[in-house]
């Protein structure tokens, strides 16, 4: 391994912050000479309440992001703070995820630092609500918790698709399938490896049939009825099989890039009415998280660079020739429609512009 592969030291910073906000522990920012010390709202129970209001008393923020502040009735289009000057729970909680809850406090515009805070939740696969205290009211808590600069945590995205590389490689045949190779990739994003698989030998001279699929637990593992994402994952292995040759990438994308947890709350929303897309929105997301240049790296190392690509999602066609790549057609995948996953892909075409005809 060359040494320009091995991760920088700031991309362990925010990797070990990573864990540490994921574990419920607070962690600090710094800019320069200023500091933030911050804690994900949702990791907050009564333990983390009493040691902020122990260190800084009435000193925590709660940052929100610009869709959770519109779901909370306010009409500005950017994210921002209240004030906590004591933290209750039952408000914290209302306010960071609450479906019914309103804005009842001033909100304030964020400082670079604040956006850190908001990004480093999207990292981490928590909601996008943080909890914040200026370290300088909060000396107390310092010694103890990790630190990570502000552009080390905003080049780290870059930084991860920078290092993406083969880790390890072999054949593992599978049912229908039985000449495929699982060549593991470390980096791109979420907070696992990244797997292609590599179905016969692929003449790179001619387009590839490829897939990329993003992680649903849910539906790839357990067949669940909400999506059609277990069913577009077999099809698409049964048709490469059938042709001989393809690659599938099978990327850490769980929850269009929310993680399961926040896929796990979006269900219990759109259970009281939300569709897929106003549910995350209520949670403080965008329409996707996902980012697949990344992908388009990792076909580029398979020696691939002409795909017949097969999705409905224009975005995924887009995003590869964007990188380079030639798209020499796409094909649309279609899961079988159940009472349970109809609204989730009428949504999916009607406000995401998937290629679906969910009529015919
Ligand atoms: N946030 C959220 N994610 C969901 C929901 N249902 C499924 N997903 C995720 O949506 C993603 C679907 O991935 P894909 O099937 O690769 O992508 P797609 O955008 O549907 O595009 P194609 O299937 O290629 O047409 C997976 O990451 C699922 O975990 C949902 O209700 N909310
Ligand atoms: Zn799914």
Known sequence: MSYRRLPSVGQV?????????????PAVLRDGAERLVVAAAEAFDETLVREFEFSAPGAARLVLSASRLRHLGLSRGEAGFVALPHIELARLRALAF??????????????PLYEGALELMRLAQLLPA???????????????LLSVSLPHLLGYRASRRATLRIVSRANVPLEGASACEFVVFRGGEGLRDQI???VGRPDCSQPVPVRLHSACLTGDLF?????????????????????????LLYLDQEGRGNGISTKIRAYDLQALGLDTFEADEALGYGHDQRDFAFAADMLQALGVTRVRLMTNN??????????????????RVLGRRNAHNR?????????????????A
């Open 223 to 247: 067949g669940s009825l909400k999506c059609d994402c277990g069913d577009q994952l077999r099809h698409t292995v049964r048709v490469m099989a059938q042709e001989g040759v393809g690659v």
């Open 13 to 25: 910073d925010v990797e070990r912050v990573i864990a540490e906000v994921r574990a419920g522990r």
């Open 130 to 144: 943080v909890v914040v205290l200026a370290a300088s009211g909060a000396e107390a808590l310092l010694p103890n």
């Open 314 to 331: 224009p975005v995924k066609i887009a995003a590869l020739e964007e990188a380079g790549l030639e798209v020499v057609s796409a094909h």
């Open 98 to 111: 609450g479906l019914d809850a309103r804005v009842d406090a001033p909100v304030a515009p964020l400082t």
């Open 343 to 359: 609204r989730y892909l009428a949504a999916k075409r009607d406000r995401a512009g998937h290629l679906l005809e969910l009529d």
């Open 196 to 198: 292609a698989i590599v």
